[in-house]
């Protein structure tokens, strides 16, 4: 039987943990917090991706199978300042959103207060 092969904080990874699956393709990215289904004996690392899918990743955290030559896919730790700056990252998104002439008008008022504009 084959040897888990994972290092680092992969190494420590157990059926149920968290972590984010990253694509980055020509200078865009996404994250998506997913949970490990199963780790192999030789450390592929399996996760949720629907209920009734599951990706296979290395043990060195890369996707297993194809993508473009352009597009990486790969497992990184739940760790406080990744959240912190997914955090910042989606509520940037979601003010781009907003269809301020929906909000009231004293609601966009204290918003830019708050925000100094």
Avoid: C
Wanted: glycine fraction near 6%; aromatic fraction near 6%.
């Amino acid at each position: 039987m084959s040897k888990d092969k994972r290092k680092g904080w992969l190494a420590k990874l157990r059926e149920g943990d968290e972590v984010y699956i990253t694509t980055s393709h020509t200078g865009s990215r996404s994250r998506r917090k997913k949970k490990i289904n199963r780790i192999t004996p030789t450390g592929i690392i399996k996760v949720a991706i629907r209920e009734d899918y599951e990706q296979a990743f290395n043990p060195n955290g890369r996707k297993r199978g194809g993508a473009a030559s352009y597009t990486m896919v790969f497992l990184e730790e739940v760790a406080p300042e990744l959240e912190r700056r997914e955090a910042v990252y989606d509520a940037r998104l979601k003010l781009g959103r907003v269809k301020w002439n929906k909000v009231d008008e004293k609601t966009v008022i204290k918003i830019a207060e708050i925000l100094d504009i």
